[in-house]
């Protein structure tokens, strides 16, 4: 059965940095597709970034030019540098996979999740 477990979350001023990780575990499976997706208290699962087996990423408007997605095949991590961090950055933080190479911003096209890391930012 795959696993998947995140890290790196915690408490942050605004402006300061993050690096998330999420690492893969169980079984022979690739996950051709990986996502990072955030929840803050009473709102929706957004997606954030993602990136592809291959290198390609996607990220939402929200944190381009702020978050860098990026994955370790060999050690099936993948890993979100998050700089220049908002106090609306603060949210729940999942990684996810499909078994799809292709993208997706909907949260039920993932076929693994992560518990989630906790980011706070403070103002």
């Known amino acids: 059965q795959v696993q998947l477990a995140e890290s790196g979350g915690g408490l942050v001023q605004a402006g300061g940095s993050l690096r998330l990780s999420c690492a893969t575990s169980?079984?022979?499976?690739?996950?051709?597709?990986m996502a990072w997706f955030r929840q803050a208290p009473g709102k929706e699962r957004e997606f954030v970034s993602g990136?592809?087996?291959?290198?390609?990423?996607f990220y939402a408007d929200s944190v381009k030019g702020r978050f860098t997605i990026s994955r370790d095949n060999a050690k099936n991590t993948v890993y979100l540098q998050m700089n220049s961090l908002k106090p609306e950055d603060t949210a729940r933080y999942y990684c996810?996979?499909?078994?799809?190479?292709?993208?997706?911003?909907?949260?039920?096209?993932?076929?693994?999740w992560g518990q989630g890391t906790q980011v706070t930012v403070s103002s």
């Open positions: 996810a996979g499909r078994t799809l190479s292709s993208s997706s911003y909907v949260p039920n096209d993932y076929d693994y």
């Open positions: 169980g079984g022979t499976l690739r996950l051709p597709f």
């Open positions: 990136i592809k087996w291959t290198g390609g990423t």
